[in-house]
């Protein structure tokens, strides 16, 4: 690390969080996917319940909420890691302008 007032970026750990980030996404889709079945009831199964509307409402806002979820946490990763790509790039530009300079 520099000076107290430099900014630093610690690449290969911004990379392993947003690793560790795409995988809670992927998690979550993957759970999602198990239980989306079991948010419904099977066809005929709901005769006589006058609830089976408002669980059939439940369950398919519940899992269009789990799906962006899904989709937003993925999202972050996705920048997080495109984050770690420009600031490893920016380092490299800059060293290489040292070196043409002879700093």
């Known amino acids: ?6 900014f ?5 750990l911004l990379r392993k969080i947003a690793h560790s980030v795409d995988e809670v996404g992927k998690s979550v889709d993957g759970a999602v996917g198990k239980r989306t079945a079991t948010l419904t009831l099977a066809d005929g199964r ?3 319940w006058s609830a089976a509307d408002a669980l059939r409402s439940g369950a398919t806002v519940w899992e269009t909420f789990l799906s962006g979820l899904h989709t937003r946490i993925c999202g972050l990763g996705a ?3 495109e984050a ?3 600031y490893e790039q920016a380092d ?3 060293a290489r302008r040292h070196r ?3 700093d």
């Open 79 to 81: 920048q997080l890691s």
């Open 100 to 102: 043409m300079r002879g």
């Open 84 to 86: 770690a790509d420009r």
């Open 8 to 12: 630093a970026v610690d690449v290969p």
């Open 92 to 94: 490299a530009d800059a």
């Open 46 to 48: 709901d005769a006589g």
């Open 1 to 6: 690390m520099g000076a107290p007032d430099e």
